[in-house]
């Protein structure tokens, strides 16, 4: 039996194109014993996939060329020899970019989809949602009452960051880069105000006036000059979470740009890189809560699903466009 | 009755000059029921003082054209009217450079001089001392093993830095500006090696070098691109202490330099600005701490007098030029 993938051909200078992809007629190993077979339903595309397309070390392995992409997947157990899987399981996990992988089940995990649709655990549910849930809380640490900006408002992380700033009683103020992106925020995820940085000509004043308080916390999922605006306006032991930076990770040199030491400094402030497998021991608390605020309502999920295996690596390259609200996913 | 007393005449614009003070005689009030007078013995004199000289908002409030500059004084109490002071005491706290002041005895604290030297109370036993422990322990966590580097490692917080982060059990690498700085430091502060910034042609690789396993605490007292030097030496999960960015106090335009969110995001780095005061209410557990450590010769002071009143300003200015070791003192 073959399977089709989708190899990294080559790495990107800067933005990545489709050449940088290539995809694959494989023939499929057979199944041994304690193996499972799964068929790919959902491919989650994230920023932070771009980092390994550089040969660089970094908190993840890079991809290898002429090697299959991978990522967070959710996947269908198709036939077993397993006595931890049955046949229709539907799991999730980091799995290749193939239709159908043979795999011995390590870091699979049941997910129910009685509870929520399967794409949920690749977004809210899933990684996206806990990279939200122990940014804000862990290094943001919100008291009731305080200021909240959030870059990258309408991304997957953003969406839920602002919801679970909501949750925690505090003011939320949203940039993002449309304004279909904006009226969802503010109507459908309790965004208080969202700045358009395509349009707005001075975002560090139009914070200041959004925050008339100033900003406790900034979730920072983009970096560079729109963080620059943020930044300027933050207050007396502030955090800066440092969740992404996208707007940099396709520059090719080292970017420049205001020193903040002496600002963190005068402001006894804090600015803090995470990724979420630093609270890997902490994983299951963090789906309980999040699951829990889902099934009451408060926290809701937004989604740009695109369909054909065929897509994924336009759907990546389109981060990077900003064409997604919520969760970027890719329908098998 | 008289005194002499140093006003700001000027804000200075980029690096102050003795123009920007100027000596003044004037009158005594009469002291009046609970208050005491005080002769000053020493004069702390701090880079954070420079902020305190333009008309910015920060973290203290700005010294106030033709009003006395400000800053930590051991004063002898020479006459009485107050219970919780007798003549002959020796008090430290907050006061206006002057030789003699009348005061309600507010934020003066009485010091013992057989525990220590008079002058210990500004340094070691002082806010230097505390800001060193405070911000070393509390922001930088160190544990047994870890490699920590001190920029600023000569000055009056990182002599005590380099003996903390030794009774840690790290490996401390410092930075400073001469080869007599780096043999006392290496001699007499336990720094296991010090990189003269001044003759190092390449500070980043001279780092690294030092630092085999990485740098795990950066504890920050000049910024500039000699941080940028260690900043590219740290490790997954560092934490950056800023206590001080002498380099760049006496800037005119916003300093730039190369974006480090980027960095701190794929190593999961902290980076945290800190004023002493932030621990007020631990101060008296981290004086109890450092007089231990003292007592049991684990911890040195070093100081540079400077003898005379009228050579306050130029103490001050001494500090950006790199003249003292330790903490620069003025005695009366």
Not at 69 to 96: P, W
Request: charged fraction near 20%; hydrophobic fraction near 40%.
């Amino acid at each position: 039996m073959t399977t089709q993938q989708i190899v990294l051909a080559s790495r990107p200078k800067g933005i990545p194109t489709l050449d940088n992809f290539r995809f694959e007629n494989v023939e499929m190993d057979a199944m041994q014993d304690d193996e499972i077979a799964v068929e790919a339903l959902f491919y989650s595309v994230d920023p932070y996939m771009r980092g390994r397309m550089n040969d660089a070390k970094s908190y993840v392995a890079p991809f290898q060329i002429d090697q299959p992409i991978e990522g967070g997947v959710v996947a269908k157990v198709t036939a077993t020899k397993s006595v931890n899987f049955k046949t229709g399981d539907i799991v999730m996990g980091r799995l290749q970019w193939r239709h159908n992988t043979i795999s011995n089940g390590e870091g699979l995990h049941k997910v129910d989809t009685n509870l929520a649709p399967a794409s949920y655990y690749l977004g809210i549910l899933g990684m996206t949602g806990l990279t939200a849930y122990f940014g804000f809380t862990d290094i943001g640490k919100p008291k009731t009452g305080e200021t909240v900006v959030v870059s990258g408002a309408a991304g997957a992380v953003g969406t839920v960051v602002g919801q679970i700033a909501k949750i925690y009683g505090c003011r939320v103020i949203g940039i993002a880069g449309s304004e279909e992106k904006i009226k969802t925020l503010k109507e459908d995820f309790g965004y208080d105000e969202v700045v358009n940085y395509k349009t707005t000509d001075n975002i560090k004043e139009t914070i200041a006036q959004y925050c008339p308080k100033g900003v406790d916390i900034y979730f920072d999922n983009v970096g560079g000059e729109i963080s620059d605006s943020v930044i300027a306006n933050v207050n007396f032991k502030a955090r800066i979470v440092l969740c992404g930076q996208i707007s940099l990770y396709n520059s090719t040199e080292v970017p420049v740009g205001p020193r903040l030491q002496p600002m963190l400094l005068t402001k006894s402030a804090l600015m803090q890189g995470f990724i979420v497998n630093n609270y890997e021991s902490h994983f299951a608390e963090g789906m309980a809560q999040l699951g829990q605020w889902v099934k009451e309502g408060k926290l809701k999920s937004t989604e740009t699903i695109v369909h054909g295996f065929h897509q994924l690596p336009n759907a990546l390259l389109g981060l990077f466009k900003g064409e997604n609200t919520g969760k970027m996913i890719v329908e098998a």
